[in-house]
């Protein structure tokens, strides 16, 4: 059983919960009992009261004894007796029905319309009787007076069928192309007949003729609605001899009496779709008016809603118990629900133990759980892109956040993460699969995220040379376990920060990696019977002074330098690759430079500027400079100038030209290693030998 409470007004569900399914045993069903709280709260108010597939009509006999529906799939009827809150019987079908009339009082005498144009009778021992009409039919109504048969459908005609002859009469012709409903008033015996074009053509069965038409497509424009198309009349329903009530196809409800061609009230569903159904409750002046979507119950007299039902699956038809709360709906769904509201009405007869169990709800004060909506928070708001919604009725207001329609936020969330829902499977079943390979025996278990800086911590924790420090408890922490498993903080080794800041483990040999990975292994396999003594050397460790520690700085000092000389080296080999790709394109692009000679210039006036400007003075040279400034400082006016000399820069071509030559002249040059051996010599010697001419 679940309570809703839309509107203050306390509706129960008994349809709702979890179905036991009929093989378990009594220990396990009594063990769900005991665990699971929705099965202890469900309540099976008639047996087997479902469908296999689909639900489509449900009506009450008049003796108020037994429960009809019809459904699918196979074609099928079910008769419910609610005496003994079971099923009496079940009867299948060819072809599935459309709607259904009870003739008697019981179920001994029914009529079934069915989709292939078939028409059965049905008695208490089964099919009786069978035939055919000429066009598709779409609602039947039993005449009790004249015992005549009306059969509406894809046709301007009423079939009549009398019962008591067993013949076709002739049929009344009306004015439409198509008619969907018809209704017999219970007092006065007059036909109602809804057309496709939005009238309702009222026959008088006892002068075979017409005696009004209403125009209800005509008053629904009236109301300022913008209609596509013209309303169709999709449902009727009479109450007493002068009151009586029009669905339509676009979602609207009008109340007429017969003594006028204008309704009283006009009601709006605001959802666009048909309505299938329309009752009136005997003692209140209440209207139940159902559409696929919803079920409203409103006032008759001034249209304000009391409370209303919100369907799981789309509603078909729906039966209301005369003179009770209660209310039969079936849909597209196996379960044919059943709901029951105490401010319309006490529980039926066979059924009356329901008020006390609602009676001890009210007094136990369940928490009331909202199943259609979902609590979310500003930043979800945020992030789901409904900010904008804030003080419309699409969202409530509750503590720290906002309650809003389950459907409206699952569409938000699919619109805004779409593969949300796969990445998520993903990530589940990778994690299902890492905690069974968790139970097996592992010989190595690496990180899967930064496994050299593991390496690294790996080899300080085995290297006893150097000074024993926290560094190798790292991979033991739990405080640093994401370090190693959350991929997010995987170290980038191609950083240009990493390689200045890490040069020690960014240059990590892929030798030395193998070593420890090796090394890594060994230890694992091998037992630690060494820890008790680490233990207790570990105060007189502490105390050992280590001079390596000045080495390793001037190792780290050397790698900082290699690395930071590599990266000026990689930016300047892009720079000149880059400026010679752009010479190439200017060159390919212009062709090559010609100068024009303009008349009376002579030659020595088109001297290059670079020439002109090695004779020019310091101060003229630095004007033509893009990069200097002058700044005067002191009173004195002291000035400081700054000013950059341009280097020439070299090409590849030319800084390949001058190693070719100086390869091709190189085994020219003379050795100078004699003159250097002189003058050994003449050290040695004080004294030089005489020179002989």
Partial sequence: MQVSCPNDVKIY????????PEWLSERKRRALLKKNVDIRRRIELIQDFDMPAVSTCIKVT???RYIIATGIYKPRMKCYDVKNLSLKFERCFDSEVVTFDILSDDYSKLVFLQCDRNIEFHVAHGRYYRFRIPRFGRDIKYHYPSCDLFVVGDSNEIYRINLERGQFLQSFFTEASSLNKCEIN???????VGTEDGKIEAWDPRTKSKVGTLDCA???????????AIPAVTSLKFQGGLTFGVGTSTGQILLYDIRSNKPFLTKDHMYGLPIKNIEFHQKMDMVYSMDSSIVKIWDRNNGKLY???????????MCVIPNTGMLLIANENTKMQTYYIPSLGPAPSWCSFLDNLTEEMEELNYEIIYDDYKFVTEKELDELGLLHLKGTNLLRAYMHGYFMDIRLYRKARDVMKPFEFQEYKKKRIQQKIEETRGSRIQIERMPSVNKELALKLMDDETNTKKKKTNSSAL???ERFKQLFTNPDFQVDTNSEEYSLLNPVVSQLHKSKTAKLKTKAMEQTMEVDHTNDENQDNSSDESFIHDDSSSEDEKVWVKEVKKQYRLMKKNERQKQEDDEDVESADEQAENGPRLYEIKDNVEFKDAKPIAKRQNKASLGERLRHQEAHSVAVSGSRGNREMTFVIEKKKQTRRAKFRIQRHDKGYKHLLRPAGNLF?????????????????
């Fill in 218 to 228: 005509l008053h629904c424009v009236e109301q300022g609605n913008k209609l596509e």
């Fill in 677 to 693: 051996k002189k003058k050994q010599y003449s050290r040695s010697f004080p004294f030089s030998p005489p020179f002989h001419g």
């Fill in 475 to 477: 991979l033991k922490d």
């Fill in 186 to 192: 219970p007092i006065h015996q007059l036909l109602a």
């Fill in 13 to 20: 569900n008994l349809s709702a919960g979890k179905s036991l």
């Fill in 307 to 317: 409370t209303s039902i919100e369907a799981q699956s789309d509603f078909n038809d």
């Fill in 62 to 64: 008049k003796d108020e």
